[in-house]
T-cell receptor, first 113, second 113 residues
Framework: GENVEQHPSTLSVQEGDSAVIKCTYSDSASNYFPWYKQELGKGPQLIID?????GEKKDQRIAVTLNKTAKHFSLHITETQPEDSAVYFCAASNSNSGYALNFGKGTSLLVTP | SAVISQKPSRDICQRGTSLTIQCQVDSQVTMMFWYRQQPGQSLTLIAT?????????ESGFVIDKFPISRPNLTFSTLTVSNMSPEDSSIYLC??????????FGQGTRLTVV
């Protein structure tokens, strides 16, 4: 089955700096890669996603890159703000499983003022 | 996005009892899933809720312990049976729309004493 590795497990940055979270996956059939933000006491919130036919996608301060050959994808957050502090999960899925998600272990991001 | 209502939001239950969690979506969706998130951990897929037929369970999860129903395209239930303290987790309903994007409810925080 699919195995998703996520690094780092914790990340502390100063407000205004950039944060990068990296994930690798094992199943070459995976073709959809979403990122979720989970705040304390809440369910995961989809923040950005990328499909295997695209190399990069941006949405304001958030961007995701995908390298299919190397089987890795990354989340980039620029100009970080304290409200970006949360746990971030990467995931991989494919149509064979109806897009059920295989999650990484999560990254706890702390943005200090 | 999809609006997902999950009930109850939290509960404290005695060991040996069962709890049924409900998931209601505001519109028809193609796929519904149930995930478990143990304290401080990532999300693990329990099963795919299939409309009108038996759910498809992931390795390590069985129907006798986690019976699931999905009578229509917008509603599903997950029962946690014969609970033990090890079942203390957050249980999350997820739905897929437009074939790929997955959204989550707020989760049910279960504590078994």
């Amino acid at each position: 089955g699919e195995n998703v590795e996520q690094h780092p497990s914790t990340l502390s940055v100063q407000e205004g700096d950039s944060a990068v979270i990296k994930c690798t996956y094992s199943d070459s059939a995976s073709n959809y890669f979403p990122w979720y933000k989970q705040e304390l006491g809440k369910g995961p919130q989809l923040i950005i996603d990328i499909r295997s036919n695209v190399g990069e996608k941006k949405d304001q301060r958030i961007a995701v890159t995908l390298n299919k050959t190397a089987k890795h994808f990354s989340l980039h957050i620029t100009e970080t703000q304290p409200e970006d502090s949360a746990v971030y999960f990467c995931a991989a899925s494919n149509s064979n499983s109806g897009y059920a998600l295989n999650f990484g272990k999560g990254t706890s991001l702390l943005v200090t003022p | 996005s999809a609006v997902i209502s999950q009930k109850p939001s939290r509960d404290i239950c005695q060991r040996g009892t069962s709890l049924t969690i409900q998931c209601q979506v505001d519109s028809q969706v193609t796929m519904m899933f149930w995930y478990r998130q143990q304290p401080g951990q990532s999300l693990t897929l329990i099963a795919t809720a299939n409309q009108g037929s038996e759910a498809t369970y992931e390795s390590g999860f069985v129907i006798d312990k986690f019976p699931i129903s999905r009578p229509n395209l917008t509603f599903s239930t997950l029962t946690v049976s014969n609970m033990s303290p090890e079942d203390s987790s957050i249980y999350l309903c997820s739905v897929v729309r437009y074939d790929t994007e997955a959204f989550f409810g707020q989760g049910t925080r279960l504590t078994v004493v």
